[in-house]
């Protein structure tokens, strides 16, 4: 890459980071595109060279968030030191640590942005679909490990409970969001662990 | 009343309830003022003889939808005809029913206030805190007496099988909304009351 491509490379790299970060604080119709830009000292009206339109950046951001997000979720998913139960129950937990760090705030880009966005951009709301549908199969593949291993209950198919387990981790991350408190997660993983998902 | 009062007292209603209908549709950043005033006819700069700002006007959205939802779920929870698990059930059905009418647009407006505005404004936070706290005592009193009646399992208390109830069926909403499918919902119900619920 010759370094004129690569600045450029760089200029895009830091604007999606930059738009991830505003859109996680503040949502999409609140992230407006001179802010990311002068956030980064980034002259005004350069924007379009780097993105067809704040919609086609939005999609950009979705697709890094997902490729850092599932790379830390099969760290955590296909961890050999632990069962597929205590694998399932670790991403819960770390996922209430971070969100404790972060004083209860912002939640989940894909959560967040689903919610803003989905009645209002089907292509949006298309990416956000295949994303969640994309991270639903990693949590199955975990449920079906352990259900083969008899600690998860058989008598529905691995598929559904991970969608349950998405709907129901989605709802307690949203709901602890609003409250301002882990509250909600930490009866979610109890309730889920503890009673329902045991085989 | 006098005549004047009735008048100003209409305005106010007609106001929260186009207020109510836009922000459902369009969330809160996105429902001007003046978009509200003028869905009605109502002259420009007079918004503020009714409410002190746009947050005191959603505050008041919020108490209006309180209390027309409330009748409706006390309608459904205390039906004597069916038993406590049915009522639950059948809360569920007509959501998902509603939701379908509507094109699976929109969701719940405590909900979509919530994840739009918590992080934004402390004053609504709380009033949606409130409203679902309130929410959630109306399911427990109904899962207490399936309690009672041993058609709900009895090893978690109440309070925290209505928390994880409200929590899952938020996501369900959720997803539904995002996904427009009305999936979420079906898999929610068929799960919690066909595998997790009954005693």
Known sequence: MGTKAAIKQDTRNALLQAGMDFMLEKGYTNTGVQLVLSSLGI??????????????????IIHQFDQEYSTKLLR???????????????????????????????????????????????????????????????????IEEGQQLGEIIQTVPAQRLAEFFCIGWGGAVFRATTLKSLEPMETFIDLMFNEFLRG
């Open 76 to 142: 955590v998913l296909r961890n050999p030191l632990r069962s597929p139960l205590q694998r399932l129950r670790d991403y819960c937990e770390a996922e209430k640590d971070d969100f404790e760090k972060q004083e209860c705030r912002k939640g989940c880009l894909i959560g967040n942005l689903s919610q803003e966005m989905s009645d209002q951009s089907s292509l949006l709301r298309d990416e956000l679909a295949n994303v969640m549908a994309k991270w639903r199969g990693l949590f199955a593949d975990c």
């Open 43 to 60: 002259p005004k009206g350069s924007f379009y060279h780097y993105f067809e339109s704040k919609e086609a950046f939005a999609i950009s």
